[in-house]
T-cell receptor, first 112, second 112 residues
Framework: GQQVMQIPQYQHVQEGEDFTTYCNSS?????IQWYKQRPGGHPVFLIQ?????EVKKQKRLTFQFGEAKKNSSLHITATQTTDVGTYFCAGVLYNQGGKLIFGQGTELSVKP | DGGITQSPKYLFRKEGQNVTLSCEQNLNHDAMYWYRQDPGQGLRLIYY???????QKGDIAEGYSVSREKKESFPLTVTSAQKNPTAFYLC???????????FGDGTRLSIL
């Protein structure tokens, strides 16, 4: 079936280093959402991108949606220990009745 | 406080037994979802419902059943036909199907 691929699966960084996770779809997305799941917790919505080439910022987090609406990225500047968790992208496909298709997630660990 | 309540938090199933996971929301959301989360595989959609008395199969519906008799409630039954039920089950809700989702705290199901 349709898939949304996310890389890397794991990322270990030193506190203060930057972090980026990438999300790719083989088909055009209607929109893309990003979620964060803390260890032992549930996913929490971070942001939604709708427009081609859109860039949104939340403090140290920068989200981008590709021009072709097939890829997206999340970049964290100067990571902190509070950034630890798994980051998921979730794409909405035009031909799937609006269902979210989740990527596999990127698990971020931050060493103080 | 508005939110989604899942119960129980932990559940154990015996061989040949059906078990039901509860999901209740007081957000007045129309759409509700059930996901299964396994390590390294992200979230996979089991069933979803856009309106009371209607629901659709997701990507991995085999061995599961649902009902949507009330707007607030969307229980999931894991039947004995589901041979590998051990996973973390997450319920979510939203106003409409492609909008950001609010998740419950999840139920961890294990086999005895």
């Amino acid at each position: 079936g349709q898939q949304v691929m996310q890389i890397p699966q794991y990322q270990h960084v030193q506190e203060g280093e930057d972090f980026t996770t990438y999300c790719n779809s083989s088909t055009t997305l209607s929109n893309i959402q990003w979620y964060k799941q803390r260890p032992g917790g549930h996913p929490v919505f971070l942001i939604q991108l709708v427009k081609s080439g859109e860039v949104k910022k939340q403090k140290r987090l920068t989200f981008q949606f590709g021009e072709a609406k097939k890829n997206s990225s999340l970049h964290i500047t100067a990571t902190q220990t509070t950034d630890v968790g798994t980051y998921f992208c979730a794409g909405v496909l035009y031909n799937q009745g609006g269902k979210l298709i989740f990527g596999q997630g990127t698990e971020l660990s931050v060493k103080p | 406080d508005g939110g989604i309540t899942q119960s129980p938090k932990y559940l154990f199933r015996k061989e040949g037994q059906n078990v039901t996971l509860s999901c209740e929301q007081n957000l007045n959301h129309d759409a509700m979802y059930w996901y299964r989360q396994d390590p390294g595989q992200g979230l996979r959609l089991i069933y979803y419902s856009q309106i009371v008395n209607d629901f659709q199969k997701g990507d991995i519906a085999e061995g599961y059943s649902v009902s949507r008799e009330k707007k607030e409630s969307f229980p999931l039954t894991v039947t004995s036909a589901q041979k590998n039920p051990t996973a973390f089950y997450l319920c979510a809700s939203t106003w409409t199907i492609n909008q950001p989702q609010h998740f419950g705290d999840g139920t961890r199901l294990s086999i005895l």
